[in-house]
């Protein structure tokens, strides 16, 4: 299986603040990554997908990059809403696996 | 406008089986489509549990593969999971989605349902 570590699992900020999540693949998947926010009772919310396309309707503050195997999400501008959970994703091959997740607190 | 409606128990007893559906609506159950469900445990991250296509193939998790059974109805626009012998571990939030790609055939999982709560207990 592929797996995700995805640093740091928490992460304390404040709004306006700019930061960082990073997840490390454990072998090379091309650009089959994608970032999701996750809010306690609500559906995953899709972010970024193929490394770096921000999906539909999301704001431009978030975006993604790519360095080989290691990958970013990056949110500039924190707003109130950001503060959530957010979660890696890797499609390159079954089974699909999750990064540990990345909890941002105020 | 897409959707996903899931239904199914709140509750099953231990050493029983888990069943839900998802329903599709706005769309059709398209070649290309990766009908999917991930759940959540308690206080834990998202865990994938498997996959359909719409001709009935499948991918599964390997820790839960001997459990597991996920199928489609192409007809009824809905696809299910049955997990089988659940315990306490089974308890969590259990998600379905569509796992779809795009121009560049990156896959992204778009669409999801609103989440079931399942809590295994006598």
């Known amino acids: 299986d592929i797996q995700l570590t995805q640093s740091p699992s928490f992460l304390s900020a404040s709004v306006g603040d700019g930061v960082t999540i990073t997840c490390r693949a454990s072998q090379d998947i091309a650009g089959y990554l994608a970032w999701y926010q996750l809010k306690p009772g609500k559906a995953p919310n899709l972010l970024i997908y193929g490394a770096s396309t921000l999906q539909g309707g999301v704001p431009s503050r978030f975006s993604g990059s790519r360095s080989g195997t290691e990958f970013t999400l990056t949110i500039s501008g924190l707003q109130p809403e950001d503060f959530a959970s957010y979660y890696c994703q890797q499609l390159s091959r079954s089974p699909i696996t999750f990064g540990q997740g990345t909890r941002l607190e105020i | 406008q897409v959707e996903l409606q899931q239904s199914g128990p709140g509750l099953v007893r231990p050493s029983g089986t888990l069943s839900l559906t998802c329903v599709l609506s706005?769309?059709?159950?398209?070649?290309?489509?990766?009908w999917t469900w991930v759940r959540q445990p308690p206080g834990k991250g998202l865990e994938w549990i498997g996959e359909?296509?719409?001709?009935?193939?499948?991918n599964y998790s390997p820790s839960l593969k001997s459990r597991v059974t996920i199928s489609v109805d192409k007809s009824k626009k809905e696809f299910s999971l049955s997990v089988t012998s659940v315990t306490a571990a089974d308890t969590a939030v259990y998600f379905c989605?569509?796992?779809?790609?795009?121009?560049?055939?990156?896959?992204?999982?778009?669409?999801w349902g609103k989440g079931t709560t399942v809590t295994v207990s006598s």
């Open positions: 706005g769309d059709s159950m398209n070649s290309g489509i990766w």
């Open positions: 359909v296509y719409h001709d009935g193939r499948t």
């Open positions: 989605a569509r796992k779809a790609f795009d121009s560049q055939l990156y896959y992204l999982m778009d669409v």
